[in-house]
């Protein structure tokens, strides 16, 4: 009787063993890592025109191996994809006063990345079913002085990408695409990060994939790829020296967003795991969606026929009103069951005080300074309605689907939420 009562009340968690933690590392990343410490040299990178601008054989390697995977003609490692998405703004030339158009539902580097070159974002708002851009809003929110999109396949679904390149292309723009969550996912056959301008991936310790930090850029554009290549690593000293000369010398002021060999080493051991550890993720979420599907107040996350899924994180639709319990209610019974779910994903991002406050750099709000207070957008809380709904109203988001989670765990967590549902007036009431 006791076990089957909710925890919240009185009776026994479905989960008193906490889920194994995630950790892709293994024995051959350590021997990766121990090639390295051998070698002594932990980064080749120089900030001068020589071979070592690209870096050393561990750098090289991940990028001959990432541009194989992804049968894409070039790749750019950085230090974090927070670094690629600066770096593929300025390769593209955007500068002060052009609108980026961004989605409000990510990681907020893909938002505030146009920021660092005086452009500014513009919130479209998303579907409701794959949480990426939604075209319509895209569209409608396209003006005279938009020069990109940065298109998020967010959770690890692939967005629209078809119409929004359709969409570019009749405009001009621009895409950057942001695959931190999304690498390996297919749309319409096709790696999610080859289709638009550039693409991103992410190698932090959270990705699917990761070294502890670190990111990859890559494109089909040659000219591109060497403007990736200047931006990573001190620009202006390279283009010194005329036989270094670049095609387009706009935004050629230098960073360092360079891996070291120690990360790329580990790194390149880690995309030998990628299938497996997509595949794992699909197998899991099948397990938990066969299990939600006999909750009428739960919508597994939606796949569309022509893209495939990777599952960065598991996210359901809730409907309160079904469920005859609130969303907020649901999360604190589920979680002492000693399973947490989360309520939403990040806040919509125009509610950050950056752009709230328009911010930015310096005492005066630049770039936001540069337009009228309500230009391009005035940030108010109700931009984008449907990301509001979203997030402060149906979705669950689930990360408890990584390896080595097992099916045993996605029961727990189905008996969890079978336990909460079914006693949703008892735990409404009290
Ligand atoms: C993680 C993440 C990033 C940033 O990645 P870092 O490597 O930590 O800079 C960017 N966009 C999305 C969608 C992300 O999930």
Redesign the pocket.
Known sequence: MNSTYPALLGGTAVRTKAFAPYNTIGEAEKKAAMRVLDRGSLSDFYGSPSDRFYGGIEVRGLEEAWKERFGIAHAVSMN????A?YAAIGALGLGAGDEVIVSPY??S??ATCPLIYGALPVFADIDPQTFGLDPLSVKKSITARTKAIVV?N?FGLPAALDPILALAREHGLKVIE?C??SPGALYRGQESGSLGDIG?Y???C??TIQCG???IAVTKDADLAYRLQLIRNHAENIVADTAWEPKQWNNLVGFNYRLTELQAAIATEQLKKLDELNAQRVERVAELNAGLAKFSAITPPFVPEDRSHVY?IHCSRYDAKKAGLSRARFLEALKAEGIVFGGGYVRPLYHLPLFRKRLGFGNDGYPFSLRPQNEPQDYNTALCPVTEKMHFEELLTNTLIYSPLSKTDMMDVINGIEKVLTHSKDLQKA
Request: proline share 0%; net charge negative; no cysteine.
């Open positions: 974090s994809a927070t670094s998405l990510t990681m580097a893909s998020v967010i942001d931190a969550q991103v992410s190698l932090n959270h990705k930090e670190g990111g960065y």
